[in-house]
């Protein structure tokens, strides 16, 4: 059990506020007001403190939350950086402060002015938020974001990365004139995991002439021929051992989002779970395979035993990377 499911069960946690929220949105006066009015005050609100924070050169904090209530999605906090991004290249008076748990990945970013200063006033705050619930639409699902605000919308990701951090990495890390090939097996979310003999026939076939290392969390199966540098790195390390690779093949994940701010070939193992039009980048091969249950965007475990990402041979996969690399 996690800490926030504790926190939802003990005696003065988080349940009674979440029951009361449920309540309020299922009773007559409370749906309509979730449903309608809510979304377009806040649509409201975070229009004109936009404009009037522009014209007034004021400070606005950007939060960094996922439509689940989470700060911790650590792939989220790139894309609020290009949320940033977009504010600042249309409002170029205004100011940014970033509310996340993760600001080392954005701590060199230019549209970023400051990280998780104290702000007395909840009317300063933007919540960068989005959703995976009915995901049968072709658009990208941070869109609605931008869409909302009157912001611009651009979805390319953005890595700040010093020169000494990633000569650093390739020294301690790297060593060989062996091409690299950046490798993440698991997700967090059961949906987007590959199964771990196909990565293991895809390694076989080229640990002999690439150095394949494997980054990610603690979580992370570690596959025999790799170098495995899961669970040791710090997030900027790994974006630094990231920005030697030849291509990284992985799910969507916060390496997917770090890899393409450095402009690293990518090999994304979507499955059916979302659409590339939903998450990914056009600059990638994703690769989706369209099933009668999905898209289905789920977040938990899979009913259907993920059966789409069975479908995802490793021949294609390693006929991927041999076309990223240049080689038959």
């Not at 409002?91 to 002015?113: A, F, G, H």
């Not at 097996?185 to 949906?191: D, E, G, K, M, P």
């Amino acid at each position: 059990m996690t800490l926030d499911d504790q926190a939802q069960t003990s005696v003065g946690g988080k349940w009674p506020r979440r029951f009361f929220v449920a309540a309020l949105k299922r009773s007559i006066i409370g749906y309509p007001f979730a449903k309608w009015l809510w979304p377009r005050l806040v649509t409201i609100h975070g229009r004109s403190l936009l404009v009037f924070g522009n014209l007034l050169g004021l400070k606005i904090t950007v939060v960094n939350r996922h439509n689940h209530g989470s700060m911790t999605a650590i792939g989220d906090t790139l894309l609020v950086n290009m949320v940033c991004k977009s504010i600042k290249q249309k409002y170029r008076r205004i100011k940014i402060n970033v509310l996340t748990k993760n600001p080392e990945i954005i701590s060199n970013s230019p549209w970023i002015d400051s990280f998780n200063e104290s702000n007395g006033s909840l009317l300063m705050r933007i919540v960068f938020t989005y959703s995976f619930e009915g995901v049968q639409h072709e658009k990208n699902v941070v869109g609605e974001f931008y869409h909302r605000f009157n912001i611009p919308f651009s979805y390319e990701s953005e890595v700040h990365l010093s020169k000494n951090e990633i000569a650093a990495a390739k020294h301690l890390w790297l060593c060989g004139e062996k091409p690299v090939i950046a490798i993440n097996t698991t997700s967090v979310q059961n949906s987007k995991n590959w199964p771990v003999e196909n990565w293991n026939w895809v390694i076989q076939r080229l640990k002999e002439r690439c150095l394949i290392i494997q980054l990610g969390g603690k979580e992370e199966v570690i596959v025999d021929g790799t170098t495995p540098l899961a669970g040791r790195l710090g997030l900027r390390e790994s974006m630094a051992c990231l920005a030697s690779a030849k291509v990284f093949v992985g799910p969507d994940s916060f390496l997917m989002h770090a890899a393409r701010g450095l402009q690293i070939p990518s090999i994304i193992i979507l499955g059916g779970r979302l659409k590339p039009e939903h998450i990914g980048y056009s600059q990638n091969r994703n690769l989706y395979v369209a099933e009668d249950c999905g898209p289905c965007g789920l977040l938990g475990p899979c009913g259907h035993g993920v059966k789409c990402m069975d479908k995802i041979k490793p021949q294609l996969v390693l006929r991927c990377i041999e076309q990223a690399l240049g080689t038959p």
